[in-house]
């Protein structure tokens, strides 16, 4: 890399804090962070990531609450940059648990001696694009400055929690807890009586954990969520070797599937099959556990009568697990199954028959009020000793709008987006010049593993940063024709999938206020790399670099 990417002043390496220039600033320390510091030092450039928690890690960082774990396959929900790393890494079982992902993502920095470059305890409130420089100026909460050339956010698309504004919380006596910022410390809930506010994939695991230990368990549900069971269990030797030994062709198989997980898709219409055949396969998916039960058919998330016999087979097997008739139809959702994101758990149905379980469902009606010692709803009192608040986070835009950005001209990234999210191909956004997002709204992102689509993204941007070196280009950004074009595109896609037709976190829908847009970009893995590498050889179509 020659010296138009890099500093005059090049600061070591050293760890040491400073108000100092660098080639590129990288904010947060997630797997997008430490992948995208990994490759910048590849290009030579002198980097900074600057992380918020006390720890590198980011969601896996936060999310320490009880059961938590990821419903992707490790052996798929790994890095696959180095196949080393991939060789030597033993995971041991089926779906990794929190602290073993987080053991995983120390593991890489130190493997790869990143921490050097990673400041913690630093969350960045400002990233301002200054027009005479050409350069992004970043400020700390605790008053620190900082330069660089690029801002890369790799600030997660499920980082920024989501407390609402229950009327009294701030009365309540006993302790409160969000699942995305659990304490460090081990809570113990024996003896206690427990509220959880929330049925989404964090309560959906958590509940079964916490309703085995305290005295009584409270589950306070808006709207009932899809769940199959994970069956997750050890990885037994053979099954690891055999991936070890084929991990290339693996991995290249999931690239070629929509959500870039390797896995059986039926490629079938629901309504071609028999009603046997149907039930048979769900019934096959269903024993063998997690989200490809959503591969049964081609067309669930396409055909809504498709999706309907699944929705069905699902709230069948409610009503087979839970004793209770009411309470199995108070679990059953009525609309369309994978709409919002398919939960995996472990015994949660199950937990509805236990006697210290009691299902409180608000019908769709909010929380009257949380009072000193309780949850109020419906005129009555549900004494509690501790909350947990599952009510998930502000995700895709909340992490990124959050920071004061302010890009040409003092433009505010939060004005710009005040309508819904706008970037081209979810990794730049016009207007921000040189200013980066690892899988940003417009992006695939949730709806895919998200590890294969950090490192393509953050393998575009390194491409990317080395070609404006080869060309001397100073800077880039995309031009508004080409990103509004995306953002139609993005929302014509998502208009002929299911999933862009009920309130959930991919439209906005669970924080007041905030527009309805479908984020994601829904096309798919596939298609999605497909139309970054046409731009890509079409000389960076769609930017305008200068
Ligand atoms: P979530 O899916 O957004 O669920 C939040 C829950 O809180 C919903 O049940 C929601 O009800 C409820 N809620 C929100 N505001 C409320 C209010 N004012 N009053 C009452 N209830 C309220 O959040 P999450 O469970 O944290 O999961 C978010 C995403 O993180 C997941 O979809 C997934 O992508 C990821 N995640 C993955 C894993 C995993 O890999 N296993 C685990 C956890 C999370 P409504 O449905 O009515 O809005």
Known sequence: MDSDLRDRQRPESTGAASSAEYDALVIGAGFAGLYMLYRLRGLGLSVRVLEAASGIGGTWYWNRYPGAR?????????????????????????????????????????????????????????????????????ETEDGRRMSAKFCIMATGCLSST??????????????VYHTGRWPHEPVDFTGKRVGVIGTGSSAIQAIPVIAAQADHLYVFQRTP????????????????????????????????MFAGIDFHLNQQSALDASADERRREYEARWQHG??????SFTDLLFNKEANDTAAQFVRDKIRETVRDPAIAAALSPRYVIGCKRLCVDTDYYATYNRPNVTLVD??????????????KVGGKEYSVDS???????????????????RGTGGETLREKWSAGPRAYLGLMSAGFPNLFMITGPGSPSVLTNML????????????????????????????LDAENAWIVHVNEVAGTNLRSTCSSWYVGANVPGKPRIFMPYIGGFPAYVQKCNEVVAAGYAGFTLS
């Open 387 to 405: 909350l947990v608040l599952a009510t998930g986070f502000d995700a895709m835009t909340g992490a990124l709008t959050r920071i004061d950005i």
């Open 225 to 256: 969520h899809y769940t199959v069971p994970a069956r997750n269990a050890p990885l037994t030797r053979d099954v690891v070797q055999n991936i070890k030994a084929n991990y290339a062709q693996l991995r290249n198989n999931a690239k070629q």
């Open 362 to 375: 608000l019908g769709g009606a909010p929380i009257e009020a949380i009072t000193a010692t309780g949850v």
């Open 290 to 295: 997690g989200v490809t039960f959503m591969g």
């Open 162 to 175: 989501n407390t609402p504004k229950f009327e009294g919380l701030e009365r309540f006596a006993g302790a």
């Open 70 to 138: 990821c419903d992707v396959e490790s052996m798929q929900y790994s890095y696959q940059f180095s196949d080393e790393l991939q060789q030597e890494w033993e995971w041991t079982e089926r779906y990794a648990t929190q602290p073993e992902i987080l053991r995983y993502a120390n593991h890489v920095a130190d493997r790869f001696d990143l921490r050097r470059d990673i400041e913690l305890d630093t969350r960045v409130t400002v990233a301002a694009f200054d027009d005479t420089t050409s350069r992004w100026r970043i």
């Open 452 to 479: 294969p689509s950090i490192e393509q993204h953050v393998e575009w941007i390194t491409e990317c940063l080395a070609h404006l070196n080869k060309h001397g280009i100073k800077q880039i950004e995309p031009a």
